[in-house]
């Protein structure tokens, strides 16, 4: 099956710094992928949909502003989490689809 | 996208087949019916999906029933590594090219030597 892969696997960062989490389709072209959350003992929760060459469409709720998202190319998407605080500590997947949706390992944040 | 209902969990004892039920009674006509699963803090993975017809695959089977108001998901030997999160996922269109997914509480698996 397809591959997507992410960086890092996990993160620890202090209060008010920003991350960067990226996403990398490594054997196809995705012009769409997608970004969840997913909180411990709770379901994925899309934040938000990431377009090449275009703006990212964001989740009723999530800020736009906080988790900026680019995907300058057909195999890479980025989301940066600016200033970060403890409550966006979290687990962060990635999803692309050739055919059937593939999800990346995830991203473990820990916001200190 | 149609609403799916899951047990909250099951047990299944290893080399024994798992049968994983889901409920999805307002489904359309050009819905698919799709289940991942998810291994403790990895990405979830893909298993199958279906529109009316029972599907196989090297992962498992899924049997979706007449009326396509529920379907099962069979994992025939289930071993330890299936112990996981299994999501049914009910959505428009066989391709999920372009579109997103909608994932419920699921059922945790726990398959027991």
């Known amino acids: 099956g397809a591959v997507v892969s992410q960086h890092p696997s996990w993160v620890i960062c202090k209060s008010g710094t920003s991350v960067k989490i990226e996403c990398r389709s490594l054997?196809?072209?995705?012009?769409?992928m997608f970004w969840y959350r997913q909180f411990p003992k709770q379901s994925l929760m899309l934040m938000a949909t990431s377009n090449e060459g275009s703006k990212a469409t964001y989740e009723q709720g999530v800020e736009k502003d906080k988790f900026l998202i680019n995907h300058a190319s057909l195999t890479l998407s980025t989301l940066t989490v600016t200033s970060a605080h403890p409550e966006d500590s979290s687990f962060y997947i990635c999803?692309?689809?050739?055919?059937?949706?593939?999800f990346g390992p995830g991203t473990r944040l820990t916001v200190t | 996208d149609a609403k799916t209902t899951q047990p909250t969990s099951m047990d299944c004892a290893e080399g024994r087949a798992a049968n994983l039920p889901c409920n999805h009674s307002?489904?359309?006509?050009?819905?698919?019916v799709y289940w991942y699963r998810q291994i403790h803090s990895q990405g979830p993975q893909y298993i199958i999906h279906?529109?009316?017809n029972n599907e196989t695959n090297e992962m498992a089977s899924l049997i979706i029933t007449e009326d396509r108001k529920s379907s099962t998901l069979i994992l025939p030997h289930a071993t330890l590594r299936d112990t996981a999160v299994y999501y049914c996922?009910?959505?428009?269109?066989?391709?999920?090219?372009?579109?997103?997914?909608?994932f419920g509480e699921g059922t945790q698996l726990t398959v027991n030597p």
């Open positions: 279906g529109l009316k």
């Open positions: 999803s692309a689809n050739p055919y059937e949706q593939y």
């Open positions: 054997d196809f072209q995705a012009t769409t």
């Open positions: 996922i009910v959505r428009v269109g066989k391709e999920t090219s372009g579109s997103r997914l909608t």
């Open positions: 307002t489904i359309s006509g050009n819905e698919y």
